[in-house]
């Protein structure tokens, strides 16, 4: 059996690990002339780590990450809204995205791996499944949904970058959140700091100096941001605009295709669960593919995914509304003042059913 994955982004390269596991004959097809990841760092949580245990690969994740290290929410002028200890949740590997693009890239041939290659169309393809890996503006899924409405402006521009390996090694993950804006350090264990800022803003800002703006929204906030933008060459600060596919798909197959990632459900990162989907996306579609043949398989990877995706996709939109996009002054100080009022363990709770996903083990008899 052969399949094509169109994208070789992380859920892309995921999902070609995962059928190369149970035995399909997988090729890659990116449209970039190299493999890799652009980008900072990204929080593989507790739920995305289980299916990369699956694979084989959660050691390896965890040797290039973060330790496990504490957490929290604060306001910029550093007082903790919640807190939880490095006991109290399971371990959230932050690591750069490019290392884990390797890691995942290891695990497959090299052969399989192919550049340059531009799809137009799914015809074209020789594959008994074909799997859209091709993002948030896939034309796969265009093609398949003509009349499904393109993505949307979230509403929130964010700047992201990595710092010099300049931070102890168990630096706190942490959030702060301000009236319209809020700060995220993601360590990433080697002394690098991976950081992002997010602000409510109009689509289609730039600046020719990207890092000044980003500091002048939080440079003035609580240690250490004010170091993290010193050790931050200027030059390395991204920054995008956020866009969600707001409505969502009514199947995430047609035919022998099924759209994984931001092709099926791109969010909103308030979550922080995008990446971790398209992870979990491939681990249920190889282990689906596994059992079944591919118009069973397929159906089976619908019916699992496409409610947890959308619901996970729904959440985070809705978090998004009461964090940082809050301006109002009595609503951001109502907001900080619930948040101090819940115990730390009963957030962590609340927070099961999106970390609490358990993989299906995936099987090698074909």
Not at 41 to 54: D, E, K, S, T
Not at 65 to 89: K, Y
Not at 137 to 166: K, N
Not at 238 to 263: N, Q, Y
Request: glycine content about 10%; charged content about 25%; hydrophobic content about 45%.
């Amino acid at each position: 059996m052969k399949a094509v994955v169109v994208g070789g982004g992380l859920g892309g390269v995921t999902a070609a690990v995962a059928l190369h596991k149970t035995g399909w004959e997988v090729s890659v097809l990116e449209r970039a002339p190299e493999f890799g990841e652009v980008g900072a760092g990204v929080g593989v949580m507790p739920n995305a780590m289980r299916a990369l245990a699956v694979l084989g690969l959660a050691d390896d994740v965890r040797r290039i990450g973060t330790p496990r290290v504490a957490g929290g929410i604060r306001d910029p002028r550093g007082r903790s809204l919640t807190r939880v200890d490095a006991t109290q949740l399971e371990h959230v590997v932050a690591v750069h995205r490019a290392d884990l693009h390797r890691v995942l890239r290891s695990a497959l041939p090299e052969s399989c791996l192919v550049t340059d290659a531009e799809v137009r169309s799914v015809d074209d393809l020789d594959a008994d499944l074909v799997v859209a890996a091709d993002g948030i503006r896939s034309r796969i899924r265009q093609a398949l949904f003509p009349d499904l409405p393109q993505p949307v402006y979230a509403g929130t521009t964010a700047w992201r970058s990595v710092t010099r390996a300049e931070f102890p090694a168990d630096l706190e993950i942490s959030q702060t959140l301000g009236p319209g804006t809020e700060f995220g350090v993601l360590p990433l264990g080697d002394g690098r700091v991976c950081w992002y800022a997010a602000t409510v803003a109009p689509a289609g800002g730039r600046s020719d100096d990207e890092w000044g703006e980003a500091r002048r929204l939080v440079g003035d906030w609580h240690h250490p941001i004010p170091a993290l933008f010193d050790a931050t060459p200027p030059e390395t600060v991204l920054r995008h605009d956020i866009h969600e596919l707001a409505t969502p798909l009514p199947t995430f197959v047609r035919g022998r295709v099924a759209l994984l990632g931001d092709a099926a459900h791109a969010m909103t990162p308030y979550l922080g669960q995008g990446a971790c989907m398209a992870i979990e996306d491939a681990v249920v579609l190889a282990a689906a593919c596994a059992r079944a043949d591919v118009p069973g398989a397929l159906a089976e990877y619908d019916r699992q995914r496409r409610p947890r995706t959308q619901s996970i996709a729904k959440a985070s939109r809705a978090l998004g509304r009461v964090g940082h996009k809050l301006r109002n002054p009595v609503a951001v100080a109502l907001r900080d003042a619930a948040m101090r009022a819940v115990p730390a363990k009963a957030g962590v709770r609340g927070m099961a059913k999106y970390f609490g996903w358990v993989p299906p083990e995936l099987s090698l008899d074909r």
